[in-house]
């Protein structure tokens, strides 16, 4: 078994531009194919359920174990986890860090084990506490408990493949822990097509290809981990799985944070009377559409630079760490502001063409695609936060994100009140991008005081002529739509308008000497 793992030597620490775009292109192009897969899976729910009861009951009986699952497995796992890997690869003999992942393996199994029980018990309080606006309907709350039990088993399968992937990342293999989320939107799209016509209501169907899915995608890790070495043991006292509980715990805190702020924005949405009916659905599907580019871009070179930056740092290369940041956020602005710009100028026309049939009315649209282009808005500083983020991590300073994820939660819960209000669910949306953006801005400043190295000069430049290209592109793609959009077929014509836009931004780059345009043959 140790003769599968070879520690890096010392001068395999430092990163190389190609050694990270080799990383971040395998997990884009894995992200790529589960994002295409999982807009067919949208599409299909949108078009079966649309924004009424069925689609409200599966999107708050989903996300009670999605957010369990992020509050326990893939965020605060892998940030957890592979610093530490990576440290005992780096600088341990194989055997230990063997033993390492043994004993991970199972504590995390056990913890993610007694959670999925005790969700499927307390479901009705759950669903009572995340969607009070649902006690007053029967039916609907009735539905919810029902399909929240079949699917709270998931963070289960989710925890166990999570932990798997942050050993596969930690030892440089990162395609195959990215395609597990398209194993689960294929199961979700069989679903959808084949079982939920086939049972009453449908919605139950879907949840149980979910749980479908969930297995393939935890099967899929199973035999690379053992490939490489890993072998399930019982090991429950491990020196460096302390460190990994010293680093889980701030960053469980973190990820709490978080999900409290979804869960604020859920209660409120659930509330027609101040989000509007079918805020929570509406929510759903805009956040969908902003995740895209976000999991392409900001979670593909923050996952595939953790491993490089936690080697950096336990080397102590903070010049050659700051280096690799620098180029990380460069590329994520370079990626992030065009994707942010044309959801925001082309929003009812792309959420029209993609959701706008069957149960999913008109209506359904001008309220998504205002959810859409407020949640847009704030692109840019969701991407720049997962790359900070991960750059504290990988420093083993998980305190500092938290601290200020929990006055951004406050931000964010002032913003709500006051907007909702006037924009209802669209206001939701916009004080999470406004206070995910002044959380974005403290984190870089943190940072520079951390390495006691300037950031922002070296940003503010690039940056500012990358915004100038988007904001021109903008422009170009609100000019193009307005001239082709009543001539050409409705899909044909965004496809068009999509890919000149791209043109003129590029086009632009040139013309202002961005240096992130040189990477674009790379990526392609």
Not at 98 to 111: E, F
Not at 221 to 244: I, N
Not at 334 to 354: D, H, Q, T, Y
Not at 439 to 465: I, T, Y
Request: proline share 6%.
């Amino acid at each position: 078994m140790a003769s599968r793992l070879t520690p890096p030597a010392s001068g395999q620490v430092r990163s190389t531009p190609a050694r990270l775009a080799a990383s971040t292109r395998a997990i884009s192009l894995a992200t790529a194919v589960s994002r295409v897969l999982g807009f067919v899976r949208d599409l299909l729910i949108a078009k079966l359920f649309g924004t009424g009861i069925q689609a409200q009951a599966f999107v708050v009986a989903f996300r009670l174990p999605n957010l369990f699952r992020d509050l326990v497995a893939e965020g605060p796992m892998t940030t957890a986890v592979v610093p530490v890997l990576s440290r005992y690869r780096a600088t341990q003999a194989p055997e230990e860090f063997w033993r390492l992942a043994q004993a991970l393996g199972v504590r995390i199994g056990v913890a993610v084990g007694l959670l999925g029980l005790l969700g499927c018990i307390l479901a009705p309080w759950l669903v009572a506490v995340i969607a009070p606006g649902f006690t007053g309907d029967p039916e609907k709350f009735a539905l919810t408990v029902r399909l929240t039990r079949i699917l709270f088993p998931l963070i289960t399968l989710v925890g166990l493949w999570a932990f798997l992937g942050g050993l596969l990342n930690s030892l440089r293999h990162f395609a195959l822990p990215a395609l597990g989320p398209a194993a689960l939107n294929l199961a979700m799209i069989a679903g959808c097509l084949w079982l939920v016509p086939r049972v009453q209501p449908g919605v139950v169907g879907l949840a149980w290809a979910v749980m479908l899915g969930g297995l393939v995608q935890l099967g899929m890790q199973v035999p690379a981990a053992a490939a490489r070495g890993f072998r399930w043991r019982w090991v429950w006292q491990h020196e460096g799985s302390r460190d990994v509980m010293r680093l889980l715990g701030p960053r469980l805190v973190g990820a709490a944070v978080y999900q409290i702020s979804v869960l604020f924005d859920t209660i409120l949405a659930s509330i027609g009377v101040l989000a509007g009916e079918g805020a929570i659905a509406a929510l759903y599907f805009a956040n969908r559409l902003v995740q895209l580019p976000l999991a392409l871009f900001a979670t593909a070179s923050a996952q595939a630079s953790l491993p490089t930056l936690s080697e950096q740092a336990a080397v102590k290369d903070l010049q050659t760490f700051r280096s690799t940041v620098l180029s990380l956020l460069r590329l994520v602005a370079f990626e992030s502001l065009p994707a942010a710009v044309g959801l925001i100028v082309l929003a009812p026309s792309i959420v029209r063409i993609c959701f706008e049939r069957g149960a999913f009315d008109r209506a359904a649209t001008l309220m998504t695609a205002q959810t859409l282009s407020c949640l847009a808005v704030g692109l840019v500083a969701y991407a720049a936060s997962k790359v900070l983020s991960g750059a504290f991590y990988a420093l083993h300073d998980t305190r500092t994100p938290v601290r200020l994820a929990i006055q951004a939660f406050a931000l964010n819960m002032l913003f709500a009140v006051l907007l909702i209000g006037p924009l209802r669910v669209g206001g939701l949306a916009l004080a999470t991008a406004l206070s995910s953006s002044v959380n974005a801005w403290r984190l870089l400043k943190a940072l520079e005081w951390r390495l006691d190295m300037p950031l922002l000069p070296n940003l503010a430049k690039p940056v500012s002529r990358m915004g100038a290209a988007a904001c021109l592109m903008g422009v170009a793609a609100w000019g193009m739509w307005a001239v082709l959009g009543p001539r050409l077929p409705a899909a044909a014509g965004l496809s068009v308008v999509i890919v000149g836009s791209l043109v003129v931004y590029g086009a632009g780059c040139w013309l202002l000497r961005v240096p992130e345009l040189r990477s674009l043959p790379r990526a392609f």
